[in-house]
Each structure stands twice: as structure tokens, then as C-alpha cells.
């Protein structure tokens, strides 16, 4: 482990140097890149620190023992000894962690994408649902989020929901929720009691950077066009709503949320290169499903990963089987243990792939 730790040293020191040297700064992209590098390598080194601390206890306390010249002195060693070899066991396994390779995209913020399913008004109910608990969990993380673009149904909810998310390892966090939901309940319009099933679907894009996607202006074409849904008089009798048609690949973004047309275009153009990125990462990502067959990231769009049943008051999510008998508390933003469990599988998968480092 120390000598392990040491080549991370070396790559951290000649990391704190280069994000000093001037054509570094000056090329955004390597600089940007270098900076989370750099964080990364820090909190590595924190470990180190603490690891050479409890490495040093265990050595004095054995030479302490070994000599067994002063009986009260021998008997304090042993038990620092017991307690400092149960710390380097838990501490080895967290940098064992994190010494496996991250995602790059992990760090991103991400463009989320709510579209209500099979259903009819019920799944539109069901999206609106669903972006309420996202809001929740974003709020109790301190993270931000706006929305970009919506559809309201016509008995409540949304058809479709497009919100923005910024925060830390906003994507490493988010991307488990990618899939279909589907919910098993008794609907507001229904009158002989009956359980229906409906569905939405959660997509969740890594905001692409300017310039992890360029894209040719010529390629774009731009409508202008009234706002429409609540905003007051000057959204919706403005040309402010911004729609963008990317000709090669026929992918639209658009949003109508702010008043400033220039804003509306800006946050247009998020979504469509978050979204051109997502192809790229989608086939990227079924390659690598294909090659360690993972449980929690296949890139499968169409996969039903979760189920909320109201009648059982239980959420399944069925990739790793885990049910949970707290759905009150999970649709109202609660789902940090199941983005720890799905999060703990992913660590495992990754673990036994990169074991040839340990």
C-alpha cells in the first residue's frame, strides 16, 4: 500500500506544479481537468498522512513489545497496537476505494429529463411525482437546480419535465436514476378502487462542457416563438422561447423558461450539447455493460429499474433486488440509501475489475 501511495505522491506533486505553469492556465480544458485531478489527489493525501501516522504507531508498538522490559508499558502497547491494526484495516479499504479510477463525468452537473410514460394522466401525475422528490433530495444536498422546459398534463403533473441540476459530483450521484418508474396505485380518476400500473421515464445527462462537444453553428437552426404557461404578460407576448434543431442529428432542445431571450439560448444550447454528449456516452456505456455485465449502469434507457407500490407502501429497485418498506418518506426526497446501495454494487464491480492494482 505505501508504495502505491508513494507513485500517487509522485503524480500529485508534478500535478501542483503544472497547475502553476502559464500555458496550462491559458488551455481552459487541461486546466479544468487538472484541477479536479488535483482535488482528487489531495484527499488521497490526507489518507497517506493518516496511514504513515498509524503505520509508525504499529511499528513503535511492536518494538515496544518486543523489548518487554517494562510490563505496564507492554500491556499500553498491545492495546494501541490491537487498535491501530483495526484502523489500517478500515483505512487500506477506503483507499483502496479510492484509488480506483473515476468516471470523469462523475464531477459534471447534469441536465435531467422527466417524460411521463404509459397511463395517460395518471403517468403524468406520476412525473410530476417524481420531479418533486428530485427537488427534495437536490435541496437536502445543498445543491441547485432549474428548470429549463416543461409540458404540464391536463389533470395535473407533467408529460414532460427538463430541469438543470449543479452541485458537486452532481452525475455520480444522479446517473443511478436513469431508467423507467413505474408506480402501482389506485388513481385519483379511478372510481372502482383499482390498482393501475403507469410509467415515466428519468434520463440523466452529464452537462456537457463547450468544449467536451462542439458544435457547428451552421448545423443549428434557431425558431423564436412566444412563451406559453404561467410567467406573466412580457414572457408570453415576447419572442423569448428559444428552440434549437441540430440538422445532422435531428435532436431539438429548447427553453422558454426565462424572460431574456439570450438566457432562454443559452440554456438551449446546455441541453443540446448535453445531449449530442449523451449519445456518445451511451454507446460507451453499453460497451462496457457488455463487457463486465453490470447490474447498475447498462445504458439501457427502456430498463424498469424501480417500482413504487402504494397499496404496500414499498419501493423495489430491481437491479439489485433491494425493497424498502418507506415509500412515503423515499417520494418525498428521501432516496440517499438507495444511491448508497446501487453505489456500493458499482464500488464492488469496480473493485474486482481494477484488482490488479491492489
Given amino acids: 500500500m505505501i508504495e502505491k501511495l508513494n507513485i500517487v505522491k509522485q503524480r500529485f506533486d508534478e500535478v501542483n506544479d503544472l497547475i502553476i505553469q502559464p500555458d496550462v492556465i491559458s488551455d481552459q480544458k487541461r486546466y479544468i481537468e487538472l484541477n479536479k485531478e488535483y482535488k482528487d489527489l489531495r484527499a488521497l493525501m490526507d489518507e497517506r498522512e493518516k496511514y504513515l501516522e498509524l503505520t509508525n504507531n504499529i511499528e513503535e508498538a511492536k518494538e515496544i513489545i518486543s523489548d518487554g522490559s517494562d510490563a505496564e508499558m507492554t500491556e499500553m502497547a498491545k492495546m494501541q497496537l490491537e487498535e491501530a491494526e483495526k484502523e489500517v484495516k478500515k483505512l487500506e479499504e477506503k483507499i483502496r476505494m479510492m484509488l480506483v479510477p473515476k468516471d470523469p463525468d462523475d464531477a459534471k452537473n447534469v441536465v435531467m429529463e422527466i417524460r411521463a410514460g404509459t397511463g395517460g394522466d395518471e403517468a403524468s401525475i406520476f412525473a410530476g411525482d417524481l420531479y418533486r422528490m428530485y427537488t427534495k433530495y437536490v ?209 464492488t464491480e469496480k473493485l474486482k475489475e481494477n484488482s490488479d492494482i491492489f
Fill in 139 to 347: 435541496e437536502s444536498k445543498g445543491w441547485k437546480h432549474n428548470i429549463v422546459d416543461y409540458s404540464e398534463g391536463t389533470s395535473g403533473g407533467f408529460k414532460e419535465m427538463i430541469f438543470e441540476v449543479s452541485g458537486e459530483d452532481v452525475y455520480g450521484t444522479m446517473k443511478f436514476e436513469a431508467g423507467v418508474h413505474r408506480v402501482q396505485r389506485v388513481p385519483q380518476t379511478e372510481t372502482q378502487g383499482r390498482v393501475h400500473t403507469s410509467a415515466a421515464t428519468v434520463m440523466v445527462l452529464p452537462e456537457a462542457e463547450e468544449f467536451d462537444v462542439e458544435i457547428d453553428p451552421k448545423d443549428v437552426r434557431i425558431d423564436y416563438f412566444c412563451s406559453s404557461g404561467p410567467g406573466g404578460q412580457s414572457v408570453n407576448t415576447t419572442y423569448s422561447a428559444v428552440r434549437l434543431t441540430h440538422e445532422p442529428t435531428g435532436l431539438v432542445a429548447q427553453c422558454q423558461d426565462q424572460k431574456s431571450q439570450h438566457k432562454n439560448k443559452e440554456k438551449a444550447f446546455r441541453v443540446l450539447r448535453s445531449r449530442l454528449y449523451e449519445i456518445e456516452l451511451a454507446k460507451k456505456q453499453e460497451a462496457d455493460a457488455a463487457k463486465r455485465n453490470s447490474m447498475v449502469s447498462s445504458g439501457d434507457r427502456s430498463a424498469k429499474i424501480r417500482t413504487y407500490n402504494y397499496s404496500q407502501g414499498r419501493v423495489t429497485d430491481h437491479r439489485i433486488n433491494l425493497t424498502l418498506y418507506d415509500l412515503s418518506n423515499i417520494i418525498n426526497g428521501d432516496i440517499q440509501k438507495i444511491i448508497d446501495e446501487l453505489r456500493l454494487v458499482e464500488n
